[in-house]
């Protein structure tokens, strides 16, 4: 038997809740910062002002909260349908291998039509591969967990593979692509906002950052304002009913994995056409799983994954910049705050619930 | 000087945002009697008994029990008071044996074999005391919805209740396994326990309860003693106006035929025949009724013609003509003007989580009226679900609030508002009024027989007899998914469909 659900107000539900649990968890961080002979306050500061303190601070946050937010959201979209796709490191990786093969295959385009072609060679890619567990869910019924995982290591021994055999730039040693040609790459930030008077700091910042913002209003408006987001949430949410609604549960999961692989693939067009320039082994660096954690934050609300999004994006340039600080302070250590960021956001957030509630009430009645 | 009454409630208000669920609700249950609780859905029944049971505090009133005043926060408060609870949907794991349920959250230490023990010896005793035969080893899954209802009982005296509180609790049992219930209900009652009924269901009011009060909109509007009302004086306080306990119908003009099946049978997963060579002729303007005890092949009967299912052999005829396979399917049919209300309205015919504007288009969210091209307009369905809410009576008339804070009743009439408005041809309903308090029963058969009076055919399925032979124009009796018999509405008794049901086949069949 599950608890009684705790009803709030909806304030409450979406800023109230998320800002005790991020709380919560930056004081048990603390304890573990004091644990190892550190100020907590101390790190805080110099965490967050290496995250936000400076032009290239932010810039680098940016960075990596546009990863954050592809992987997200490609968790989140899978979440509506009732999917937990925790392939996004395959996914994006595939992506990652449709955009190289598209970008070199296709060496003599302007920018205005390689940039585009490249990002679609991305999204078919990571598509295909979250298609392949959506199609093994709905007629065979294998679950796309086992499945998602499975597949990101067929991946990476895919790219593997290709950058040493077959795509690989000749003559190198190195496991990466040649440079993409100079139309196929996408602006950086202080090259982009230069006309305007901006003079930025280099940073890996590009206009994939854009392309981000508009995945979060595209998925909003996806889930909550289109038909297929109505299917993807009755699926979601009761099969049965789907069912007897005329909309075939097997059709929405494949179509719900291939839209959440899309999105993973966002990370390689940030990563490959944004900053690298080519394709490289292991880019994905493990954000695919920190999306995750984003989605989980974020309630699978596109606002909420922006945030939690940009959360992470502090937590891992503030973080890298404390350990370069404070050496005690591993990167290591930052693992372990978003750990417990999750831990607090995702599982404890119904211990909160049910305080705030209390809290709530006694508030009202007193007043 | 009286004893203190086993509970005493006074000034219960307890509001949910705007809805005042409870308000000012004083209620007296004398020790050792059976009081009853009556009220339409959505009255504050429940909510008063969770408030009892510890789910929700109350926002004010007190609450006493024996005399003694009493906080309740939790349901572990409740217990330690002596009250116990069986809801309408058991809290069992199916799994486990009896015992094993009966002592689960009471294990009495980290290992269980002291506390099965006790149990086995309490459970014993128990069985002795109120001639509640049920063997402690019997996995509970494997056990009839009565007898799991016994282990629910079980459980609570286990836990020494003193007051038992029963949530609807003949829902889900047949009318002889109903009969034992009250037998037992009086049993505990001569031993001295207190036990409140909640239930819609007059009939059982007045004959197991010795003291009624009777809940509107979340007020109490009246206490009685049981020998002093009647069924309809309870009804009309409930409703707050007179209400037909009868159906009014008036004879059927009975046209063409629209919806025919011949030879139609059904497998399910494991390969069982679950209807078997049904031949069915449905006309314009008629009622069919389908009467079967239930799991008799009526779920599949109805499944099958909505296109969920696939048959196995058969044809189905819709407007004379013969449908493809890839006609069978929901939205086809639906397109074609065949409409279903699901026999289970929580599990098929609503997502619960969804707003109550957003179910209204359930099944219809392809309609161009609700949006253009891929985009759906949520000013568009919100309209329309107040215009179709308004249409319907639905409490409360507010299209953004959860379906699952709906009552049994108001949900069901989201389901009819959305299956009725769009002028079915043929409409196949599942339990239409299961879990439906008499206010909302009488306004949907009203809504049935108006459909029907303009030339709808409606395949009507229920496991309620009574109201499969009040709404009928011809009654067809199913049993191990083959028609065992037909009979006119007029000629139909209960005896003689009884025996239909049983499997008693019908020479003219």
């Known amino acids: 038997m599950s608890a009684v659900p705790v009803d709030l107000p909806r304030w409450a539900d979406i800023a109230l809740v998320p800002l005790v649990s991020v709380a919560a968890a930056l004081l048990v961080a603390g304890l573990v910062v004091v644990g190892i002979g550190e100020n907590p306050l101390e790190a805080t500061a110099l965490l967050l002002r290496g995250a936000l303190g400076s032009a290239e601070g932010i810039g680098f946050t940016l960075y990596y909260a546009t990863n954050f937010i592809f992987t997200g959201l490609a968790v989140a979209v899978a979440f509506h349908a009732g999917l937990f796709n925790i392939g996004g490191e395959g996914q994006a990786t595939v992506a990652g291998i449709a955009m190289a093969i598209a970008c070199l295959a296709l060496p003599a385009l302007p920018g205005f039509l390689a940039v585009p072609i490249a990002i679609l060679g991305a999204a078919a890619g990571g598509a295909l591969w979250a298609f392949i567990p959506g199609w ?19 991946a990476a021994t895919l790219i593997v593979y290709l950058l040493r055999e077959i795509i690989g730039k000749p003559g190198s040693m ?6 993409f040609p100079a139309g196929a790459i996408l602006t950086p930030m202080h090259q982009l906002l230069a006309p305007f008077g901006f003079t930025l700091p280099a940073t890996p910042l590009n206009s994939a950052f854009f392309l981000a913002l508009m995945a979060l209003f595209a998925v909003w408006l996806l889930i909550w304002r289109t038909r297929l987001g109505y299917a993807i949430r009755t699926v979601g949410a009761n099969p049965r009913a789907a069912a007897y609604a005329g909309i075939s549960p097997a059709a929405v ?5 291939a839209i959440s692989g899309a999105l993973a693939g966002g990370l390689a067009v940030n990563e490959a056409l944004g900053v690298q320039h080519r394709l490289v082994l292991d880019f994905t660096a493990g954000y695919g799983f920190v999306g995750i954690a984003v989605a989980l934050m974020g309630r699978g609300h596109p606002a909420g994954v922006g945030l939690a999004a940009l959360l992470f994006g502090v937590l891992y340039q503030g973080g890298a910049e404390l350990s370069f600080d404070k050496p005690a302070i591993t990167r290591d250590m930052v693992v372990v705050i978003g750990g417990v960021l999750v831990l607090f956001a995702g599982a ?7 305080v705030i509630a209390t809290v709530l009430r006694i508030g009202r009645g007193a007043a | 000087m009286r004893p203190a009454p086993a509970i005493a409630l006074t000034g219960i208000s307890k509001r949910f945002g705007p809805v005042a669920a409870n308000r000012d609700v004083s209620l007296s249950v004398a020790a050792g009697s059976i009081h009853g609780i009556v009220g339409e859905n959505g009255a504050g029944k429940s909510t008063l008994m969770s408030i009892l049971y510890g789910f929700y505090e109350a926002d004010a009133g007190e609450i006493r029990i ?3 005043p009493r906080r309740i926060r939790s349901p572990a408060d409740a217990i330690a008071a002596g009250i116990g609870m069986v809801h309408q949907h058991f809290m069992l794991v199916e799994t486990l044996s009896v015992v094993e349920n009966v002592v689960l959250g009471a294990e009495g230490g980290a290992f269980l074999k002291g506390g099965i023990g006790k149990a086995r010896t309490a459970l014993a005793r128990l069985s002795r005391d109120y001639g509640l035969a049920i063997d402690p080893d019997a996995i509970v899954g494997e056990l009839s919805v009565g007898l799991q209802q016994r282990v629910e009982i079980l459980k609570a005296l286990y836990r020494g209740a003193e007051i038992l509180i029963l949530d609807e609790p ?7 396994e109903a009969d034992q219930l009250f037998a037992l209900l009086r049993a505990l009652k001569a031993q001295g326990k207190t036990v409140i009924l909640i239930t819609h269901k007059l009939r059982e009011i007045m004959e197991v309860t010795d003291r009624v009060s009777v809940m509107r909109r979340g007020e109490m509007v009246s206490h009685v003693a049981t020998a002093e009302t009647s069924p309809p004086a309870l009804a009309e306080a409930m409703v707050g106006r007179r209400v037909l306990l009868r159906v009014e119908k008036g004879p059927h003009e009975r046209g063409a035929p629209v919806l025919e099946a011949v030879g139609l049978s059904c497998r399910d997963g494991r390969g069982t025949e679950t209807l078997k060579d049904v031949n069915l002729t449905l006309h314009e303007g008629e009622i069919v009724g389908i009467a079967g005890v239930a799991g008799n092949g009526q779920s599949e009967l109805l499944e099958v013609l909505a ?6 052999r058969g044809v189905i005829r819709l407007g004379g003509q013969i449908l493809a396979a890839a006609d069978r399917h929901p939205a086809r049919l639906r397109e074609r003007g065949l409409m279903h209300i699901p026999e289970d309205r929580q599990r098929s015919g609503l997502v619960t989580a969804f707003s109550a504007a957003e179910n209204a288009i359930l099944g219809y969210q392809h309609d161009p009226a609700f ?20 249409a319907y009576d639905v409490r409360p008339p507010d299209p953004a609030l959860k379906t699952a804070k709906f009552s049994g009743g108001n949900q069901q009439k989201i389901v009819l508002a959305r299956e009725i408005e769009r002028g079915p041809k043929v409409l196949l309903v599942g339990q239409p009024t299961r879990g439906v308090d008499i206010g909302a029963i009488e306004f949907i058969h009203r809504r049935l027989v108006a459909l029907r009076d303009q030339g709808v055919a409606i395949l009507l399925v229920s496991v309620e007899l009574e109201e499969v032979m009040a709404l009928s124009d011809r009654i067809i009796a199913l049993c191990g998914g083959r028609i065992t018999g037909e009979r006119a509405a007029e000629q139909a008794d209960e005896r003689d469909l009884g025996l239909l049901m049983a499997g008693v086949a019908d020479e003219a069949a």
């Open chain 1, 253 to 257: 999961t494949m179509i719900a994995m």
């Open chain 2, 371 to 390: 949006g253009s091209g891929p985009l759906l307009s949520p000013a568009r369905i919100e309209a329309h679900a107040r215009e179709a809410f308004a």
């Open chain 1, 174 to 179: 190195q496991p990466e692509t040649p440079d």
């Open chain 2, 307 to 312: 296109g969920l299912i696939q048959p196995s």
């Open chain 1, 136 to 154: 093994l869910q709905a007629k065979r019924g294998s679950h796309v967990v086992i499945t998602t995982i499975m597949l990101n290591f067929v």
């Open chain 2, 170 to 176: 003949t829902a889900v049992l047949t009318p002889a």
């Open chain 2, 66 to 68: 024996a005399g003694a």
């Open chain 1, 348 to 354: 404890l957030d119904g211990l909160f619930r049910r």
